[in-house]
């Protein structure tokens, strides 16, 4: 199946997002027909900072050791890992070499700045063109910065629209009404529903860092209770993003 054909408004593609081969190669077991990679997993498993541009090499690696799971992947690829157009489509070019399905580019930048609108419409126009279907993420919800209405017109030349930190019922419906791309959102312990979403016409919903952080409060239980402690809370993106290397 094509992997366009698995974005369908009101009945979504869940996404989840794995960090390594032993964790896509689980998810595909489990009968998942598509996964994507999570920056902030990848970039743990290397000890580099999380959305700063530091996992290029080690993106294009997790890529390739995933290409004969027999699954369709689409990468994080943070914001193309480069400002100029022509680097970024060197990389899209390279991941679709690899049998790449996909890739998720977002205009959130480290200083909690968005990318001028410009600039990642040529972004975007760079990933295209090589056969992935190229989604275009807007941190306007996550960064509380910018209008996501102007973003997810601006980026109507992408394959698909990601608005991460989307949570209200009534304004996804809103934003999914607004656009002839299908909307991808995050799923948020406690928020809305796989149901809910696809009654407010969301395409695809994606898990994001949860999968990681679900592993790692999985291990501390583990090893918490042979010391008789009890079980910890999930961490959340920002607590485990604070372990990392900080950007330089």
């Given at each position: 199946m094509d992997f366009r054909d698995l974005h369908r408004p009101g009945d979504p593609l869940l996404l989840p997002n794995a960090w390594d081969y032993g964790s896509a190669a689980v998810l595909a077991a489990q009968g998942f027909p598509a996964i994507g990679t999570t920056s902030l997993g990848v970039a743990a498993v290397y000890g580099k900072p999380d959305a700063a541009g530091?996992?290029?090499?080690?993106?294009?690696?997790?890529?390739?050791?995933?290409?004969?799971?027999?699954?369709?992947?689409?990468?994080?690829?943070?914001?193309?890992?480069?400002?100029?157009?022509?680097?970024?489509?060197?990389?899209?070019?390279?991941?679709?070499?690899?049998?790449?399905?996909?890739?998720?580019?977002?205009?959130?930048?480290?200083?909690?700045?968005?990318?001028?609108?410009?600039?990642?419409?040529?972004?975007?126009?760079?990933?295209?063109?090589?056969g992935v279907f190229v989604n275009a993420r807007t941190d306007t919800c996550w960064l509380r910065t910018g209008d996501t209405r102007e973003r997810v017109r601006a980026y109507g030349h992408a394959d698909g629209i990601f608005v991460p930190g989307l949570s209200d019922l009534g304004e996804i419906a809103e934003v999914a009404a607004s656009t002839p791309l299908p909307l991808n959102v995050l799923y948020q312990p406690g928020g809305p529903t796989m149901a809910q979403f696809a009654a407010a016409g969301v395409a695809r919903v994606s898990t994001g860092s949860l999968l990681y952080r679900a592993a790692i409060q999985g291990a501390l239980t583990a090893v918490l209770g042979i010391r008789g402690e009890p079980a910890p809370r999930m961490p959340t993106y920002a607590e485990t993003a604070a372990f990392l290397p900080q950007p330089r």
């Open positions: 530091a996992t290029r090499a080690e993106t294009i690696e997790l890529a390739e050791s995933l290409k004969d799971l027999g699954i369709l992947v689409t990468v994080d690829i943070e914001g193309g890992f480069s400002d100029d157009p022509d680097e970024v489509s060197d990389l899209v070019a390279s991941l679709a070499a690899l049998g790449v399905a996909g890739v998720n580019l977002e205009d959130g930048r480290p200083d909690g700045t968005l990318r001028p609108i410009e600039s990642h419409q040529r972004i975007i126009e760079a990933a295209k063109g090589h």
